[in-house]
């Protein structure tokens, strides 16, 4: 039974199977390093099902493909592009091929899918590893396939974060979105501001304990992230946003007084006091720190709902900070108001007004909040989350095409589409469990498969399907009524 989510570009079906046994082993054809950390990653997961140890060999020459999974990015057709893939299995042996990297790390992850869902279950149960004859071509749609988990209004544990970061790989999804500081918390260690953790990391949403990463354990997950080809994108938000920073330092507000910590819900009421020169400061030290840690190309500024004055000036000003660390900005729609570079982005989510003039030669990421937004409620029953954006069932979650959103964009200036869990009512790894699946899936699908192949009839059986591997995950998953489970 072959059924894949994100569905790839073309799957023709073979006859009979191969099966995995104890003398099974993973080749690795040339032996370079991203070869082996797929290799590596494929034999743990069939480790964790089988209970016996599985080889990883390199250099096919002397040992042949057969009974063998073979992984190679030798000789492959540079039509695959830097992500996509070729997967053959057939009754003798199994072989992912790639012509790079990241391509070999997503043909693992059909494999993985090929299997039956018991690989996911980390308990030991010795089911019978088939995988069903196939020759799979596949290849993304859009390059940015994101997802974005809040931190701050309520905070997650390194161990959580990456766990997240695994649901993400095994959609192909390429892009973490970290929201690292808000009113409610700031939630990473600079060093040249330390009280922005210290104090402004020590409480959440509804008052709880909050917390912080010190850099130490935020490039833990950066490189976590990285052996999964997912790029880490932080988000520092300002100019608004910014209670927990005003909280920690009194010389950034308008009135040199340090507010009180924020634990509740409200948007819009707080902002850097953007003249001062000790605001430039800060500026300049946190996205210096920031710049240092992030191997990726792009630092998000947030930019959203901001009641300052100097807005525009404010968004030139921290684009002219961002390049001089030879990053580029990303910035939430308000930011289109200002001067960008043609190198700069803007994550599309709410406001259609701010963009009618300015579609032209910029880059977008879309995140509509009323069909990408993880914390809007399934329907009027459902308990967590909010419902400003509206209801988002499965099909709602769906049924859209990221091209056709706003009017003056197309497949061109489009980088691919984000989805996004913001944690103001999402206090547990249930809580993140529930509101992101079975959601993430089909964002993941949207941003991987040609809009032309995609059906919801299709997809919403494929779902059903994949819900039993949902379970074997441990996922607790909203069983929506427009889903025909098992
Ligand atoms: C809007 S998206 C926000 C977030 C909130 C979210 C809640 C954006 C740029 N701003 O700050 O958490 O709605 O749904």
Partial sequence: MIN??????????????????????????????????????????????????????????????????VLTIRDADHILGEEGYEL?????????????PAGLFWGIQTLRQLLPPAVENQVVHRARLEIPAVVIMDYPRFAWRGALLDVARHFFSVQEVKRFIDWMALYKMNRFHIHLTDDQGWRIMIH????????????????????????????????????????????????????????????????????????????????LCI?????????????????????????????????AADYIRFIDYVQSVVHANDKHLIG????AQAHLLSSSVIQYWNDRKAFVMNTQNKKFIMSPASKVYMDMKYDSSTLLGQDWAGYIEIRDAYNWDPASEIAGTSENNILGLEAALWT????????????????????????????????WDDYRIRLAQHGTRLTEMGINFYRSSQVPWK
């Avoid at 949403?205 to 932080?234: C, D, F, L, N, W």
């Fill in 4 to 69: 894949l989510i994100p569905l790839p570009d073309s799957i023709m079906p073979g006859k009979g199977v191969f099966t995995i046994t104890p003398s099974t082993i993973i080749i690795i054809d040339s032996g370079i390093n991203a070869e082996l950390e797929s290799g590596q990653f494929l034999a743990s997961k069939l480790q964790d099902a089988t209970g016996y140890p599985v080889r990883i060999r390199t250099a096919l020459d002397e040992q042949s493909m057969q009974g063998n999974i």
């Fill in 88 to 100: 053959t299995a057939a009754e003798n042996f199994v072989q992912v091929k790639a012509y790079r």
């Fill in 192 to 271: 040249s501001w330390p009280n922005l953790a210290l104090h402004g990391g020590r409480t959440q949403t509804g008052g709880g304990q909050g917390g912080y990463y010190t850099q130490a354990e935020y490039s833990e997950i950066v490189m976590y992230a990285q052996k999964r080809h997912i790029i880490v994108v932080p988000e520092i938000d300002m100019p608004g946003h910014t209670n927990a920073a005003l909280a920690s330092y009194a010389e950034l507000n308008y009135n040199g007084i340090a507010p009180l910590p924020y634990t509740g819900i409200e948007v819009g009421f707080s902002t």
């Fill in 275 to 307: 003249e001062k020169k000790s605001t430039k400061k800060f500026i300049e030290d946190v996205i210096r720190e920031i710049c240092s840690l992030t191997p990726g190309q792009y630092i998000h500024i947030g930019g959203d709902e901001a009641p």
């Fill in 332 to 335: 939430w729609g308000e930011a």
């Fill in 424 to 455: 103001e009512t999402i206090r547990t790894m249930p809580d993140i469990e529930y509101m992101t699946f079975p959601r993430l899936p089909g964002y993941a699908e949207i941003a991987w498969t040609q809009q032309s192949k995609r059906k």
